[in-house]
């Protein structure tokens, strides 16, 4: 069993469109996370949550919006899709909000024409 | 603040030579330490973390990293080079705090070459 899935793996879409990523987690962590890496291959946190409640909020547009249905789920949902949101969005989880290792899934590549 | 430094972006090796790649970390706190892997359209996979216990650290497929406090350095080390090592490393630091943070370095591509 994936211990911590995305879905979709590739998501191609048109500027100004809204999309959804997914993400599951079945290791029965508290805390998730999502990251941005970029064209350059640079990680940068977005945001985390535990126990469905938002704990790091980054620098992040407010088109980008997290939701926690439960401590086993994260999403991230994305408005008016702009060129620059074009990255690999990484969905994490560990063991609670202290110093954890985190577990990654296997990404999402986004491409906004 | 935490951050991270990756000396080298990439780093070419023979296969069975030794496989040595820099991290300098800058932390208010004792840090925690990592190490991930990213082989090509996959996630990230823990290679091994510092938590404060001992200073070497033995992770997964024959690699190592040993913490230097003095030379606020977490080098990754790997006495003999395979074909399978190939990929991207990434060291991260967190601090804790309110969150577990991960700050990530800047990655270093390794390139193992027969």
């Known amino acids: 069993d994936t211990a911590v899935s995305q879905t979709p793996k590739y998501l191609v879409t048109q500027m100004g469109n809204d999309k959804s990523i997914k993400c599951e987690q079945n290791?029965?962590?508290?805390?998730m996370y999502w990251y941005k890496q970029d064209s350059k291959k640079f990680l940068k946190i977005m945001f985390s949550?535990?126990?469905?409640?938002?704990?790091i909020n980054e620098t992040v547009p407010n088109r980008f919006s997290p939701k926690s249905p439960d401590k086993a789920h994260l999403n991230l949902h994305i408005n008016s899709l702009e060129l620059g949101d074009s990255a690999v969005y990484f969905c994490?989880?560990?063991?609670?909000?202290?110093?954890?290792?985190?577990?990654f899934g296997p990404g999402t590549r986004l491409t906004v024409t | 603040a935490q951050s991270v430094t990756q000396l080298g972006s990439h780093v070419s090796v023979s296969e069975g030579a030794l496989v040595l790649l820099r991290c300098n970390y800058s932390?208010?706190?004792?840090?925690?330490l990592f190490w991930y892997v990213q082989y090509p359209n996959q996630g990230l996979q823990l290679l091994l973390k510092?938590?404060?216990?001992?200073?070497l650290v033995k992770g997964i497929n024959g690699f190592e990293a040993e913490f230097k406090k003095s030379e606020t350095s977490f080098h990754l080390t790997k006495p003999s080079a395979h074909m399978s090592d190939a990929a991207e490393y990434f060291c991260?630091?967190?601090?804790?705090?309110?969150?577990?943070?991960?700050?990530f370095g800047t990655g270093t591509q390794l390139k193992v070459e027969l």
């Open positions: 994490a989880s560990s063991q609670d909000r202290g110093r954890y290792e985190q577990y």
């Open positions: 290791l029965g962590h508290d805390t």
């Open positions: 949550y535990n126990n469905k409640e938002l704990i």
């Open positions: 932390s208010s706190v004792p840090p925690y």
């Open positions: 510092y938590t404060s216990a001992a200073t």
């Open positions: 991260a630091v967190t601090e804790g705090g309110g969150g577990n943070k991960l700050t």
